[in-house]
């Protein structure tokens, strides 16, 4: 099996990678959640490093295609498990997971701000993730292309309309850094966090758009 044999996403997003040697998670072991897992491509770095991993998205072709991956691309002593089920019900259901790597990357635009808060707190409540636990989180900010296209259905949110990267009709939730911070610090009692700022340009439908995300990963105390 090669790289033209993966399904879906062929390698992790890139500040996956540089978040995962420079924090040196090579030299360690635990377990993984991930959330907006898609078809396990980030996962896959920690699952080659005998992580034992879990993922949760609400597409189920994307865990179709995780588990074809994990079950016949991928090789490693840890385990795995994917998860059809979305992100706020997840942590409604489960209790005691106490994972040691908690992330949630490229997927917090698509809900509101105020759901992305109760979910932090289902998450704490419902030990998702042990004290001490590493977390990830990238999304989008204020300056990137989407924002302010569609309707607006609450501050900082649009119901994409007509839009040229082909995700209308989902909600798109952008963010500054300081109330990303604010809030991380808030609910999670975010510690050491790094803050990293990735604005691109990037060829749509012939168009030249900009993507504007932050990455922030830290330790929960």
Same mark, same amino acid.
């Given at each position: 099996m090669t790289i033209k044999d993966i399904k879906g996403l062929k390698y992790p997003d890139e500040y996956v990678i540089k978040y995962f040697f420079k924090e040196r998670l090579?030299?360690?072991?635990?377990?993984?959640l991930e959330f907006g897992c898609s078809n396990g491509n980030n996962l896959s770095l920690y699952y080659q490093y005998?992580? $034992?991993?879990?993922?949760?998205?609400?597409s189920k072709d994307n865990i179709a295609n995780a588990n074809y991956n994990f079950e016949n691309i991928y090789q490693s002593e840890g385990s795995f498990e994917f998860n059809c089920e979305d992100m706020m019900s997840f942590v409604q259901n489960n209790k005691n997971l106490e994972v040691d790597i908690f992330t949630i990357p490229n997927v917090i635009s698509y809900i509101s701000k105020k759901d992305f808060i109760k979910f932090l707190e289902l998450s704490v409540q419902n030990k998702i993730f042990k004290k001490g636990a590493k977390f990830f989180l990238r999304t989008r900010t204020i300056k990137d292309y989407r924002y302010g296209l569609g309707k607006k259905v609450s501050? $900082?949110?649009?119901?994409?309309?007509?839009?040229?990267t082909g995700e209308e009709g989902a909600l798109c939730t952008c963010y500054q850094e300081y109330e990303l911070i604010d809030i991380l610090r808030k609910y999670l009692n975010l510690s050491n966090f790094s803050i990293n700022h990735l604005d691109n340009q990037n060829c749509q439908n012939g168009e030249t758009i900009l993507n504007s995300d932050i990455a922030i990963w830290g330790q929960i105390e």
């Open positions: 090579f030299e360690k072991k635990g377990k993984v005998d992580y $034992d991993v879990q993922g949760v998205d609400i501050k $900082d949110s649009y119901l994409m309309q007509n839009d040229i």
